[in-house]
C-alpha cells in the first residue's frame, strides 16, 4: 500500500512539472517579426546561437533570429539605396 501512495505521488509531481518550462517567457518560440522589431534581443539570441551551435544552430529561436537578421539585412540595404 505504501509503495502505492509512494508511485502516485511520483506521478502526481511528474504531471505537475510537466509544463513548467512553457511558462518560463525567456524559453518561449519567438518569431521572426518579433526578432525584427526587438533587435537587442536578436544579437543576444545570435551571439548565443554562435557560442553554442551544437546545441542551439537549429533550435527555433536560432532559425528565426537568422531569417530575422536576413531581412534586417535587406531592409538596411533597401534604406541605403534611397
Same mark, same amino acid.
Given at each position: ?6 508511485? &502516485? &505521488?511520483?506521478? %502526481?509531481?511528474?504531471? #505537475?512539472? +510537466? ?13 521572426? #517579426? ?6 537587442? !534581443?536578436? %544579437?543576444?539570441?545570435?551571439? %548565443? ?6 546545441? &542551439?544552430?537549429? +533550435? ?6 537568422? !531569417?530575422?537578421?536576413?531581412?534586417? +539585412?535587406?531592409? !538596411?540595404?533597401?534604406? %541605403?539605396?534611397?
Amino acid at each position: 500500500m505504501k509503495a502505492k501512495i509512494s508511485f &502516485l &505521488l511520483l506521478i %502526481a509531481l511528474a504531471a #505537475g512539472l +510537466t509544463g513548467c518550462n512553457e511558462a518560463d517567457p525567456s524559453r518561449q518560440t519567438k518569431t521572426v #517579426g518579433w526578432f525584427f522589431d526587438h533587435r537587442d !534581443e536578436l %544579437a543576444v539570441t545570435l551571439k %548565443a546561437c554562435r557560442d553554442n551551435p551544437g546545441e &542551439l544552430a537549429n +533550435t527555433p529561436n536560432c532559425v528565426n533570429a537568422v !531569417e530575422a537578421r536576413n531581412k534586417v +539585412t535587406v531592409q !538596411e540595404m533597401k534604406d %541605403a539605396l534611397k
